[in-house]
Structures are given as structure tokens and as C-alpha cells.
């Protein structure tokens, strides 16, 4: 079997285990949309109070949010089992069973622990996108349409990159570090607004060491049709930098695992 059909066993196995309590996953799912909604909603009222940010109405800012919310939610759908490397499978000594197996490590714990409830996250960002596409009224080809689908795609691994990165933490750590959510949850809520209303150090942080800004900022502005500082071609290869940080945080994962100690347990 290879890892592609293993990969959706185990997919199909951490399913039936969250359907077991159709209950309990209907209201993650249910609280999961209402939180996040609420959230946007929040936006709005800013809005309504200050009607722009540097220029950025609303709906604009509604489609910043839209494509974060919705690349975010897919990311922690795919990589929710990276939060319990530590707890889960270092600490308890559990991570040798991973070992064992004659498959890669990342894909085991990818797959175990995929969470279905995130579907309520990637609802909220469909609705957000739903509000920016109605007051925007747009005219977009099937050229931007696939460059927003290509941003999406491009945030997806960005963020499953700094899950990994969270997880690799462990193997020192043993825990998981709370200042790693300041990267994880912080850049997606720097991401939510266009990058040019931070400072500039800030700006720069998130476009050559964490290339949030690569992945979400600059495809976006361009369709949009405003000005990010960067040639059009690059907004449009830009998210791509999602996906070599992707590779760069696999391979950082990979030195981490050379690094781990069993319990012995």
C-alpha cells in the first residue's frame, strides 16, 4: 500500500472515531463557525466606526480575511495532530511506535489526528468571502479566480509549516510552547488585514522570514488592483514561498526526530 493510500486510511479511521459522538462533533463544528463569525463580525463594527484603514475599506479587507480564514482552517484541519507531538507521543514515549512503522512520521500523525470540526472555520471564511464578493461586485476572469484559489493553496502550507515547526519544538521541549502560537494564531490574524498598515520591521518579518505576506498579502492586493510594492508577476508566483516553507519545516521535523530521545517507556 503506499503512503497516499495509507495516508486516507488513516484519514478514514480518525473519522469514524470523531462520528462515534455525532453530538459532541456537531457542536465543535456549531462553535467552531460561531466564534470565528463572531470575529468578523468584530471587523465589521471597526469599520463602522472608522470606515477605512489606510485607505482599506471593508469589503477589501473583507477578502484579506475571507482567504486567511479559509487557508487557516484548512491547515489546521490537516495538521491539528502536530499540537500533540509533545503530550501525545514524546512525552509518553509513544513516538517509537511511529518510528517502527515503514512510514514517514509526519504522514502518521497528519493523518491520525485530522479534524473534520475545522469545516466550521472554513464555513466562517466562505461566508466572509461571500460579504467582500457582494459589496466588492467584481468582474473576475477564471485568471483570478485561480490566482485566489493559488493564494489559498499557498497559505494552506504556510501555516501547516508552522504547525510542523510547533511540533518540532517538542522534541526539545518535550511540551508544547505557548510563544509558538504567537507565530501559528499571530500571523493569521496579522494576515486577516493587509500588510501595509504594520511598521515597516513588521512588514518585512512577514515577507522574508515568515512569508505570510508572500503567500496571502501580495496575490490578493493584486487582484484587488492595488499597489504592494512588487512586480505583478511576482504577486502571482508568490505563493509559492508556502510551499518551499513547507520543505524547509519537513526538513527542520527531520533534524528534530535525529534529536529525539525515547522514554523508554
Known amino acids: 500500500m503506499n503512503g497516499f493510500a495509507i495516508y486516507w486510511r488513516y484519514v478514514g479511521v480518525s473519522l469514524r472515531g470523531q462520528m462515534l459522538y455525532p453530538t459532541a462533533f456537531l457542536l465543535r463544528l456549531a462553535s467552531q463557525f460561531l466564534v470565528t463569525i463572531v470575529e468578523f463580525a468584530g471587523v465589521w463594527v471597526l469599520f463602522q466606526r472608522f470606515h477605512h484603514v489606510r485607505g482599506w475599506s471593508f469589503s477589501q479587507v473583507a477578502l484579506f480575511y475571507a482567504i486567511t ?10 495538521s491539528r495532530g502536530f499540537d500533540g507531538v509533545g503530550p501525545l507521543y ?19 500523525i497528519t493523518a491520525q489526528d485530522f ?16 460579504v467582500a464578493v457582494w459589496l466588492l461586485k467584481p468582474d473576475w476572469g477564471v485568471g483570478t479566480v485561480l490566482l485566489l484559489t493559488w493564494s489559498v493553496a499557498g497559505g494552506t502550507s504556510l501555516f501547516f509549516a508552522l504547525k510542523t515547526l510547533e511540533g518540532t519544538l517538542s522534541f526539545w521541549t518535550t511540551e508544547g510552547l505557548e510563544v509558538a502560537n504567537t507565530l501559528t494564531y499571530g500571523g493569521e490574524a496579522a494576515a486577516q488585514f493587509p500588510l501595509d498598515i504594520y511598521a515597516a520591521w513588521f512588514r518585512k518579518f512577514l515577507t522574508y522570514f515568515v512569508p505570510i505576506g508572500c503567500s496571502l498579502y501580495f496575490p490578493v492586493a493584486l487582484v ?14 508568490s505563493p509559492a514561498t508556502g510551499f518551499a516553507f513547507l520543505g ?8 528534530g526526530i535525529r534529536h529525539y530521545t525515547s522514554t523508554g517507556s
Not at 69 to 78: K, P, T
Not at 224 to 237: F, M, T, Y
Open 115 to 130: 479534524w473534520l470540526s475545522s469545516i466550521g472555520r472554513v464555513a466562517q471564511g466562505l461566508v466572509a468571502l461571500a
Open 90 to 108: 514524546v512525552k509518553t514515549g509513544n513516538f517509537d511506535r511511529l518510528l517502527l512503522r515503514p512510514r514517514s512520521t509526519a504522514l502518521q
Open 224 to 237: 484587488l488592483g492595488r499597489d504592494a510594492g512588487v512586480p505583478a508577476w511576482v504577486a502571482v508566483l
Open 69 to 78: 480564514s479559509i487557508a487557516f482552517a484548512l491547515a489546521d484541519g490537516l
Open 248 to 255: 524547509l519545516a519537513l526538513a527542520v521535523w527531520g533534524v
